[in-house]
Each structure stands twice: as C-alpha cells, then as structure tokens.
C-alpha cells in the first residue's frame, strides 16, 4: 500500500492562559483547549504544548496521559517523578475513570450499548486508525445518549481502554460520527461544528499521596 505520509494539518494553537481546576505539591490539573497539542509535534512550528504551557505556570509539570488535539477536557499532569510514577501506573492497570461528552451526527437508536472493537493505525492516512480484527489492539467503549436532538445525539462515552482516537472510531462504526471531526466525518457531519465536539467532562485518580478518590470536572463547552 502507497504510503503517502501524515496527513498535513495547519497548526493554529488557541491563545490565552490554561485554565487550572486543581494544582497541590504532587498534581496539577487543568482544562486542555480543542486545538492545542498535548506534547509538541513533529515539524517546525509545533513547539507549543500543554506540555511546555503547563511548566511556565507550574514549574516541575509533566504529562502523564493525553489528549487529541482537537479534544478538549480535563487533564493531570504530575508535579514530582514520584507522582509521575504513581500517576502512569493508574492509567496503565486502569484504575482511573474518565467520561466524555460528545455530539454525534444522526439519531442513535439505543439508549445505551458498548462497543468492542479492536484498533490499529492507518498507516498510510496516520494518524487515522481503523478497526483490524486481526493486528488491532482491544478497544471498548461504553456509551449512552444524554439527548435526541434535530439532527445530532448528546452521548456520554466512557472509555475502558484508551487507545488513540479509540471514541472517534468507535462512533464512526455505529454510523454516527462526531460533528466536526476533520478525519472521520464528512459532509454534513463535518459542516455542522467548527469543532470537534468532543471533550473530556470528568477524570477520576487517586491521588499519589495517601491514595484519596478525588474527581475532577471541566464543563462542556458546546
């Protein structure tokens, strides 16, 4: 198969200062904005990151997990090596919850479901994935509609796994596509937000001190 490359995108980071919900000796926790990388990016011009914007305000911030860049929502970063440790190894044995808010084309027919359906990189067309049964690995999903709107569905999506673009895919797969996703959705779909409209609403840790079930909230913004 022709490879013919990433595919290209322009790099416009939002401006303006991160929004903290939490930051304490062992965590920091704030709000990723829909258009910003998670870690800097290959190529010139892709310097700016959550993971360089975080330690100008908080000096010994690091990335734990990530984000999509044109996903928004809550994320930790750890302030030690100590919690950085404690913090990948959640996310690692899946001891972490985390729920999504997201907006999808069409009228779901179910109130809720799962989807279990293995992923694997579209190497030709990365960083696009795609559903492999026989190299993918394992993806679930768990999801249920919030709201039936006139042409779109609210859906609440809680991942069990964490795969790159695992929600994207996986609603794709029932037929109904985020709005507003610049690689999977098309026409309609794609027209009806000048977003993707998906974000990250709820992330649960313990946290690395003393091991306390601590939930932190960033409201949707569509």
Known sequence: MEDNGPIPFTYMPPEGPLQVLHADKDILVVVKPCGLLSVTGRGEGREDALATRAPQLFKGARIVHRLDLDTSGVMVLAQTAEAHRHLGLQFERRHTDKTYIARVWGHVAEDEGEVDLPLVVDWP????????HET???ALTNWEVIAREE???LMRL???????HQLRVHMLSLGHPIIGDPLYAEGEALAASPRLQLHAHDLTIHH?????????VAECPF
Do not use: A, D
């Open 151 to 153: 042409k779109t569905t």
């Open 208 to 216: 690395p001190s003393g091991g306390e079930r601590l939930t932190f």
């Open 125 to 132: 067309n990365r960083p696009k994935q795609m559903i492999c």
């Open 136 to 138: 993918g690995r394992r």
């Open 158 to 164: 809680k991942p069990v796994t964490g795969r790159s």
